[in-house]
């Protein structure tokens, strides 16, 4: 029901007051709470959005720098992770900008020899390994997209950024990040049909 | 009455997208246009099971190498050296230090800047681009 998960929301969001509260508060305890809980959304953000391992690990510590910097100026006004996850993209295209990032010759995660991220452990072998071929899909699909294209997918669907947000940091119209999140949808849709 | 094309459009916006997930009330407009179109109720089945999929597809756990570096981290205060986009600074400072220059070969400058000399008045311009820079940065950071 809409009311009951209205309901589930509004205590994750006190919740996630409470824990900014602390953090901010100097409480290591809490402090560390928050970066396991959002350490793999931060991380998938930037694998997903086309960063190397080496290049995400040292762009996901400066996420969580600067949410960390700009934590008393969380309102609760949207999700904790969608916040973080905003933090997350703003970093991600000034990355994908620099002109450092330019010269560096990165390969695709489908080159033979990417090093590729471990994949998450789960409960059931049979499950294990269909939820692994589809993630492989996924993230082939997500290879074939060109940027701003699969970072705004990455943004919507895992950081849960509304449209005028991704709109906003990537300075687009919003009809293009509807645009790019029909065709990434599709794309996606086309590479996972297949397994169903 | 929307259209089959605004439809697809509404689906990313932030109402549609609550109740997609179950964690809203339909949109009278979305309501109204599923009842009369069979194919838009397709499209919106297949936009529920992406909203509900793909983030799982999408997500994996972090390294347990950037774990336990994040978790020095915040023992130290979370003192990770911050980026500085030294790139954008320079190409201010630079374009700063040029300014000078292009106006005094424009026209004549008043006699208290042109007092200064075409070295100080560079370095004042690229002083001022490089702050300005930084603060613009800064204040970016701070509305978040």
Redesign the interface.
């Known amino acids: 029901m809409p009311g009951e998960a209205a309901g589930d929301l509004d205590s994750e969001k006190t919740r996630e007051r409470e824990l900014v509260r602390r953090c901010v508060a100097g409480d290591v305890a809490a402090q560390h709470e928050l970066v396991r809980r959002y350490s793999a959304l931060v991380w998938s953000l930037c694998i997903r959005a086309g960063l190397s391992p080496a290049e995400a690990e040292d762009v996901s510590q400066e996420i969580f720098w600067r949410a960390f910097q700009a934590l008393p100026g969380f309102r609760g006004n949207s999700r904790l992770s969608t916040w973080l996850s905003t933090v997350a993209l703003r970093r991600i295209v000034d990355h994908h900008r620099s002109p450092a990032r330019r010269d560096i010759a990165v390969g695709a995660p489908s080159d033979p020899g990417f090093p590729l991220p471990k994949q998450p452990a789960s409960p059931s072998p049979e499950t294990d390994a269909e939820l692994s071929q589809r993630r492989q899909r996924v993230r082939a699909a997500l290879d074939g997209l060109a940027e701003p294209a699969r970072s705004v997918l990455v943004a919507y669907y895992l950081g849960e950024i509304p449209v005028l947000e991704i709109a906003r940091i990537l300075r687009m119209p919003e009809g293009t990040i509807k645009t790019h999140l029909h065709r990434g949808r599709q794309t996606l849709r086309d590479h996972l049909r297949d397994l169903c | 009455m929307l259209s089959c094309l605004d439809f697809?459009?509404r689906l990313?916006?932030?109402d549609c997208?609550?109740?997609l997930?179950?964690?809203?009330?339909l949109p009278s407009d979305i309501s109204v246009h599923l009842l009369g179109c069979a194919g838009c109720r397709l499209v919106w089945a297949?936009?529920s099971e992406?909203?509900a999929?793909?983030?799982?597809?999408?997500?994996?756990?972090?390294?347990a190498?950037?774990?336990a570096?994040?978790?020095v981290?915040?023992?130290k205060g979370?003192e990770?050296?911050?980026?500085l986009?030294w790139?954008a600074g320079i190409t201010w400072a630079a374009i700063g230090a040029v300014l000078p220059a292009l106006a005094a070969v424009a026209g004549p400058l008043p006699s208290w800047l042109a007092a200064l000399g075409p070295l100080s008045l560079s370095l004042v311009g690229a002083s001022f681009a490089f702050a300005a820079n930084a603060a613009h940065e800064s204040l970016r950071?701070?509305i978040?």
């Not at chain 2, 997930?21 to 009330?25: K, L, S, T």
């Not at chain 2, 990770?80 to 980026?83: D, F």
């Open positions: 697809c459009d990313y916006d932030e997208r609550h109740a997930a179950g964690r809203g009330p297949e936009a992406d909203l999929t793909l983030p799982v597809l999408l997500l994996e756990p972090a390294p190498a950037l774990q570096d994040l978790g981290a915040v023992i979370m990770l050296p911050p980026a986009d790139t950071e701070a978040g």
